[in-house]
Every structure is written in C-alpha cells, then in structure tokens.
C-alpha cells in the first residue's frame, strides 16, 4: 500500500500533548491535569502503540459486526442526484510485510490464489452494480489500494480493468489512482498501469535510504526508487506522488534532510508525508509487546512533527503549496486528489475486496477481512459485510467537519448550506480554545488551522467528536 489509502480511522487511547509547554510549536494541547508535568511531558513525548490518524467518523469501535441489515437498506434505495460515486479495488498482496504495517495483506498467494480473488472482486462489482443505489451511476473517481496494486502482473491487470470497465464504465472518471511499490515497476508494468487510464500514480518510497528500508522491512531500495520514478515520468502519468513517512526507525536528522532533498530533486507533482504511528496489529508492536517495551523504537512526536514541519517548509520553498495535514502539491489549480476531496465531501464509496471499507448513503461498512471468508461469501451470493454502521446527519455532518479540518480550511457556509449547520457557534468555545493556543483562528467565516495545528491535526479532531465518542488519544 500506500499510505493514505483505506487507512485504519480508529483512535484507541492517547494521553495528549501540549502546545503551551514549549516543543517549538508543534505540539497539540491536552495534558492531564492530573499527570506531573514531568510524566506527562515525557509520555507525550514517546511514541506508543495505538492508532494517531483519524480518516473516518464515528471511529470503527461503533461500528456492529454480524448480519448489517442497513448495509442492504442502503443499497436498496436511489442515489441523491448530487452525491458522487468513487470505486475502490483493494489488491491484498505483497511482495513481503513491512514491520509498520497494519494492513490486510498476504504475501504467499499463488497465482492460482490471486486469479480466484480477482474473479471475487468482480463478481463483488457485478453484485453491487445490479443494487438499486449503484444502478445507473458511473465513478467520477476510482482508486486502486492495498496491499501493493503495482503487485499485480500487466497481464492480471489489464484483464481486471476490462472486466471492470463493462460492468461499471468507467467513462466519467475524472481520476484514477494507483498504488504502487517502486520494486514492482519495470517498464511493461508501468505501461500497463498508463494503458488502464491510471491518472494519479503513487510511489510507496517512505524514505530513500537502503539501511532504513531493509530494518523496517520494506522490499524495495533505494535504486528501484530511481528507475521507477524515472519510468514513470517517461510514461507521462499526469500527476506523480511520492509517499513518505517521517519517523522510521532508525531515521536520523541528517537522512531526513536528504529525504527531502531528494524529493525536492525529483520534483513529483505532489508528496505525502506520514507521522510514523505505531498501531497493535504491526510487526513492531509484537516485538515491543514480547520485550515488555511500552515505547516504539521511533521517534518521538515532537519530532516526527518538527522534520513535517521542516519538509513542508522546504517544499514551500521550492515553490510547493501545502493542500492538507500531510500533503504538498507542486500546482494546485492543476493537482487535485479527488478521491479524498469527494470522500472529505460525504461521497458514495463502493470498496471492493478482503477489508475494504465503503460509505453508502449514509452506512459506513467494512468487507470481511479474512480473504477466505470473503471469497466464501462472495461465492454463495452474500454481500461480504464485516462491520458497519449507520450514521445520522448530525454524525455525517461531523464527519465531513473533522474532515475537511485536515485541509486546513473549513468553510462556515459550506455547513450551513449543506446542513444547515453554523459550524462556528456550534464549536464556538472548543474554536475559542485552539485559537487561544494559536493552533488555528477564525476568519471571514472561515476556520483557518495555523502549521503547528495542521501538523497535529488528528489530535484536535477529538474535540470535535460527540461526547459518546470521545476516547482516550494515543498522543
Ligand atoms: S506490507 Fe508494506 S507495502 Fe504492503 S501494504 Fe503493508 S506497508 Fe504497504
């Protein structure tokens, strides 16, 4: 995969951080009172287990296993006029597990094993199209996740997207997004992804140096990285984003330095920049749990945020403008990512595959996770649902509210038209708070977050959340 992707939106536990108490700048509010400043400081500071990244709300453990009836009421109304529809393919494979990662993934299918759970996905979309909600719409965007897309062969995926494209054409997609693992680009490949009408190519390099990516377990190295940015330049893919994390193990002052450099030396169309989070089901946390370790061997949130802080900076100067809490883009009048803005927007998303998530009129879901069952399911006819959750409007205006903070920029009239909601008397004390702790401000109707606030974003969300939501923070 590529991070950004059909990411996890739970937030288990956090203990908060403090802009106040110094950090330059980057840390978000919240401390304990009852914490000495001293503990606080220091449990703030370390890196621990648990999810940071929030991309969905309410958080999944709302969400109700089992049958999900809503999920078939759903589907079995009309689409709003207004509501786009995006397509997500989940491809669950990889070449090897990295030891961040926390994702649905197999890295010992066979080829044998990887056509049947092809077949499944478009037996899954020719289910799903026949669905009342689904029936005479065509995806305006359509992204390719994983796991690693780019694992498939020319071959594999050629005859997937054709199949793809008669049972859902895919005529009005402004935007066609693929995951990529550099090491499984060679030359046909890249042509293959160009051929299939892919628009936004996304490069998993996460960090440029070889010593990094091998004790973090990624497959590629550094030279992969070179010949396929290069390749994929000479294919002319409208718009190239790179992927990095900031905080790997290992990571270093100096490497990060160079990790911009040579992200601003290769001068992609847009970069995204992950802070380093640790969830439960990751390599690294299995070998912290056996240790008895409570603290990540990563860097510390301060500065994960500073060297965010420092690359965005860079970028800026290189002529890049900063698009959200983890993106920079080179043009942003030519530069979108319509898969998030829709997503951010409340569009329908119809996720295909092993755990893959959806959002359908109003019913978030997730596919079963375990490609067998979902396959088994598939096969007798049964719509693959894990876990789902039905959302009121108050819910789904929230949603899109924490959302579009990410962008840094809400827009009041935007809520009030859609929702008829005034955003800003409605959070007029907690938007009082992070103005006062210079996280953001409040301007001409519109809620601007200040960089130090951006930075931390998915920490303020949680004052957004309905009470009966609100749970503990991991930083
Ligand atoms: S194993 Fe690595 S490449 Fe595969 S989805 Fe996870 S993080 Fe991405």
């Known amino acids: ?118 077949d499944a996905t ?18 305006k965007f359509i992204y390719f996740g994983g796991g690693t897309p780019s694992y498939l062969s020319a071959k594999q995926l050629g005859e997937l997207t054709d199949r793809m494209k ?116 990751t390599t690294i946390y299995k070998e912290m749990k056996d240790a008895g370790k409570l603290v990540a061997p990563v860097a510390d949130w301060e500065t994960k945020r500073r060297w965010v802080k420092e690359a965005f900076a860079a970028l800026e100067s290189a002529g890049y403008t900063i698009g959200s809490g983890y993106t920079a883009v080179k043009n942003p009048a030519k530069t979108k990512f319509l898969y998030r803005d829709l997503l951010w927007g409340g569009a329908d998303l119809l996720g295909l595959g092993v755990a893959s998530f959806s959002h359908a009129a109003g019913v978030h879901y997730q596919n079963l996770t375990e490609i067998d069952e979902y396959t088994k399911a598939i096969s007798e006819g049964v719509m693959p649902t894990k876990r789902s959750f039905r959302t009121t409007e108050e819910q789904r205006m929230i949603r899109e509210f924490i959302l579009q903070m990410k962008l840094g920029k809400v827009d009041g009239d935007y809520f009030a038209q859609k929702f008829g909601v005034d955003v800003l008397n409605r959070w007029s004390g907690e938007l009082a708070q992070l103005s006062e702790e210079k996280l953001l401000s409040v301007q001409s109707g519109q809620i601007l977050l200040e960089r130090d606030g951006l930075l931390c974003v998915d920490n303020i969300l949680h004052d957004f959340f ?10």
């Open 466 to 475: 309905l009470p009966e939501h609100r749970t503990d923070r991991i930083v």
């Open 166 to 281: 008669k049972i859902l054409p895919w005529d009005e997609a402004e935007e066609v997004a693929f995951e990529c693992e550099p090491g499984t680009l060679n030359e046909g490949k890249l042509k293959a992804i160009k051929d299939i009408g892919v628009t936004r190519l996304s490069l998993g390099i996460e960090n440029f140096d070889d010593h990094i990516l091998e004790i973090n377990g990624r497959a590629h190295r550094s030279k992969e990285v070179g010949r396929a940015y290069e390749r994929a330049r000479a294919e002319g893919f409208e718009q190239i984003n790179i992927d990095l994390i900031a905080g790997m193990i290992e990571e270093t002052e100096e490497n990060w330095q160079r990790n911009i450099e040579k992200t601003i030396e290769l001068s992609p169309e847009s970069v995204t920049i992950y802070q380093m989070e640790i969830p439960y089901n």
């Open 1 to 118: 995969m590529v991070l950004g992707g059909q990411r996890g939106l739970n937030v288990w536990k956090w203990g908060g951080f403090c802009n106040k108490s110094n950090y330059q700048g980057v840390w978000c509010p919240r401390i304990r009172e009852e914490q000495s400043m001293t503990t606080a400081t220091e449990q703030k500071k370390a890196t621990r287990a648990g999810n940071y990244f929030i991309s969905n709300y309410p958080p999944f453990s709302f969400w109700s296993e089992g049958a999900n009836p809503e999920v078939e009421e759903a589907y079995a109304q009309l689409a709003q006029a207004e509501t786009p529809l995006g397509l997500y393919h989940h491809i669950p494979f990889c070449r090897k597990r990295c030891h961040f990662c926390y994702f649905r993934v197999y890295t010992d299918k066979s080829a044998a094993d990887i056509k049947q759970y092809l």
């Open 122 to 139: 478009l037996q899954e979309l020719e289910m799903m199209a026949k669905k009342p909600l689904i029936q005479g719409r065509q995806p």
